[in-house]
Every structure is written in C-alpha cells, then in structure tokens.
C-alpha cells in the first residue's frame, strides 16, 4: 500500500512543479518570485498593476493557456488541481521559518500563519525574525494529549518552535 501513497505524492509534486514551471514560461522574466513552496500550495511576490496574478503575463495568447490552472469561478474553489488564491496582500510581509511555520501581515495585521504543533499559542511576526535572524527560537508551555495502554493523560509540556 506503501507504492500506491508514493505515486501519489510523486504526481501531486510532479503536478504542482508543472504549474510553477508553466507559470515561469507564461511571465515576463523577473516579473515574479517564488517565495516559499509547500505541498499543495506556493506563494509568489509580484507587481499588480490592476490585473491580479495576470500582471505577470508576457503575452496575452501564453497567458490565455495557462490561466486554466487557476480557480476562476468561487463555486470551483473545491475543484481538484486547480491553484486558487487563498490569501494576498497589497502591502505587507511574508516570512517562513521552516516547512509548516509562516506568517504573513498586512498592515502590521497577521493575515495568514501557520505553526505546525501550536494550538492556541499564536507567534508574533518578530518571533519569525528573530528565528532567522538571530536564531532564536520560541519556548511555550502548552497542554498536550498522551495516550498510552488505552489511558490518556494531559500533561503540561514546554516546547520550542522555531528551531
């Protein structure tokens, strides 16, 4: 069962690197940069001059293929394969730390985070600057879930993120 979650994953990566790659050759060169890459899910800098993603077309006829890739319709949004804008700002920050811990602001406003392991303990945008910067990582003391021989126990943990 193993080989069949393998291929799987192969042909997701295989997928979404078709699309970054189909995005480079539908841009203008240096219209865009590839800011941060996860499984399902890229994020991009650009220059909007109005027009959305569309600001980084070379050409109306390249862009016109490959815009297909893209969620066009909000009832579509579920649709299997299809990249769709799930967060931007006009004026704002994005810093990753490590795979699954990202922040990105607005307006000195967090728009959109991700701490793999946080539940309810929420990073501040220094703490993603200081972690690549300084190296500094952030301890917390959460309530984690241990179950073992059928009995669960709650335990207070102190854990550090990004490390």
């Known amino acids: 069962m193993s080989h069949a979650y393998r291929a799987i994953l192969d042909l997701s990566k295989k997928d979404l690197i078709s699309k970054i790659y189909g995005l480079a050759k539908a841009s203008r060169p240096g219209a865009f940069s590839l800011s ?76 959109k985070q991700a701490s793999v392991g946080l539940k309810f303990f929420k990073l501040r945008f220094e703490d993603f600057i200081k972690a690549i910067y300084c190296n500094q990582s952030v301890a917390t003391t959460q309530v984690k879930r241990f179950t073992s021989n059928n009995v669960t126990q709650y335990k207070k943990v102190e854990s550090k993120y990004l490390q």
């Open 36 to 111: 941060y890459i996860d499984t399902d899910s890229l994020t991009v800098g650009y220059f909007d001059n109005g027009a959305g993603i569309a600001s980084i077309a070379a050409n109306a006829a390249v862009w016109s293929k490959f815009k297909v890739v893209f969620v066009s319709n909000p009832l579509r949004c579920k649709t299997l394969g299809l990249l769709k804008v799930e967060n931007k700002t006009t004026d704002g920050h994005f810093v990753a730390a490590r795979p699954k811990q990202y922040i990105m602001t607005s307006d000195k406003q967090v728009t």
